[in-house]
T-cell receptor, first 113, second 115 residues
């Protein structure tokens, strides 16, 4: 069975500080993709960052970066220089090659002015 | 503007009254899928479609039907809604390259309440 676990239901961070959201997953597949999606209060889901499992180099997108540990099946998201607009629910997800997506339960992040 | 459009955005209905939530995308995407979002459970995949006339069950297909007669449309059908189908529903689409790259484009969600 494919599972995604986000153990932090809620987190907060001061504006301009750095925060790390954790995610672990379980799959017996070898080829898959990992993602972080953001859902702001507007409800619109937006892709934040993507990581191919076969790549060892951690993905980065501006202030967002991941720490991908394939052996440990860990995929954490680091947000640097947090901004008020980063306040949102963040979902970790993975997709096995092909079709199905599996999402975690989400971490609600609040950026405090 | 590239988008995924869901309708209705909000709906209150009663048990047993058939309803359809429409989903349309204008990006010529092959892949489309439906999710439900419930507190503490995250997003769970209901059905997905790789292309026209090709649909498959996700993790929670019970009580739902879908069809993919046209590439742009992927309606979600609740033949006999029950209160446990009260949820926030999202439609999403993606390009098939020939494999999915994972960038799902989501609709704005449809809040369904079944009394």
């Amino acid at each position: 069975a494919q599972t995604v676990t986000q153990s932090q239901p809620e987190m907060s961070v001061q504006e301009a500080e750095t925060v790390t959201l954790s995610c672990t997953y379980d799959t017996s597949e070898n080829n898959y993709y990992l993602f972080w999606y953001k859902q702001p209060p507007s409800r619109q889901m937006i892709l934040v960052i993507r990581q191919e499992a076969y790549k060892q180099q951690n993905a980065t997108e501006n202030r967002f970066s991941v720490n991908f540990q394939k052996a440990a099946k860990s995929f954490s998201l680091k947000i640097s220089d947090s901004q008020l607009g980063d306040t949102a629910m963040y979902f970790c997800a993975f997709m096995i090659t092909g079709n199905q997506f599996y999402f975690g339960t989400g971490t609600s992040l609040t950026v405090i002015p | 503007e590239a988008q995924v459009t869901q309708n209705p955005r909000y709906l209150i209905t009663v048990t047993g009254k058939k309803l359809t939530v429409t989903c349309s995308q204008n990006m010529n995407h092959e892949y489309m899928s439906w999710y439900r979002q419930d507190p503490g459970l995250g997003l769970r995949q209901i059905y997905y479609s790789m292309n026209v006339e090709v649909t498959d069950k996700g993790d929670v297909p019970e009580g739902y039907k879908v069809s993919r007669k046209e590439k742009r449309n992927f309606p979600l059908i609740l033949e006999s809604p029950s209160p446990n189908q009260t949820s926030l529903y999202f439609c999403a689409s993606s390009l098939w390259l020939p494999i999915l790259t994972g960038e799902l484009f989501f609709g704005e969600g449809s809040r369904l309440t079944v009394l």
